[in-house]
């Protein structure tokens, strides 16, 4: 069974500062993961994907995400962070086989504060 | 290329009633899969399907089934309804792996 965890409920930086939300993941057999975020009352935006290839993957507004196949994990990053990025990121993962069948972490509330 | 649209954006449904969520996807997709957000229990893969036919099933009571129409416009229905079903009902495509793109959702209220 696949599974994500994302162990902080809700990450605090200051505007301008580096962030990370953490992800670890646990499947059988290769991984595809991913990074969303949701604003409130909307849906969810896709922000970057790992399949195959570099580790680092770089995705929309300025996030990029670190794939570390010996720790499991797959951060996302951002250098300097915005008063709009914040919001709920959600880590998912899937793997070669398992279709479009998602397996979402719990979710991360990043706050960036002035 | 217009997003994903999910229709109706709200619904208030009694205890017992059914309920039908429609989904339309981007154009050229042919993965829809539909998705549950609640508090308590996070986002929960229900189905997908592709091509009209169900390709992946979650872990949820009979009560929830779906269908998908040539168009790939998709379906999905929750019969007898519970107080516990209240959620967001989220729909993505895809045009066949990599990422999904997820609709606005329903937001489903059972009284």
């Known amino acids: 069974a696949q599974s994500v965890a994302q162990p902080e409920d809700q990450v605090n930086v200051a505007e301008g500062n580096p962030l990370t939300v953490k992800c670890t993941y646990s499947?059988?057999?290769?991984?595809?993961l991913f990074w969303y975020v949701q604003y409130p009352n909307r849906g969810l935006q896709f922000l970057l994907k790992?399949?195959?290839?570099?580790?680092l993957v770089k995705g929309s507004y300025g996030f990029e995400a670190e794939f570390n196949k010996s720790q499991t994990s797959f951060h996302l990053k951002k250098p300097s962070a915005l008063v709009s990025d914040s919001a709920l990121y959600f880590c998912?993962?899937?793997?070669?086989?398992?279709?479009?069948?998602?397996?979402f972490g719990t979710g991360t509330q990043l706050k960036v504060e002035l | 290329k217009a997003g994903v649209t999910q229709t109706p954006r709200y619904l208030i449904k009694t205890r017992g009633q059914q309920v039908t969520l429609s989904c339309s996807p981007i154009?050229?997709?042919?993965?829809v899969s539909w998705y549950q957000q609640t508090p308590g229990q996070g986002l929960q893969f229900l189905f997908e399907?592709?091509?009209?036919?169900?390709?992946n099933k979650g872990n949820f009571p009979g009560r929830f089934s779906g269908r998908q129409f040539s168009n790939s416009r998709s379906e999905m229905n929750v019969s007898t309804l519970e107080l516990g079903d209240s959620a967001l009902y989220l729909c993505?495509?895809?045009?066949?792996?990599?990422?999904?793109?997820f609709g606005p959702g329903t937001r489903l209220t059972v009284l």
């Open positions: 993505a495509s895809s045009f066949d792996g990599g990422e999904q793109f």
């Open positions: 499947v059988s057999g290769n991984p595809y």
């Open positions: 790992y399949i195959t290839g570099d580790n």
């Open positions: 998912a993962v899937t793997f070669t086989g398992g279709g479009n069948k998602l397996t």
């Open positions: 154009s050229g997709h042919r993965s």
């Open positions: 399907y592709f091509s009209e036919t169900q390709r």
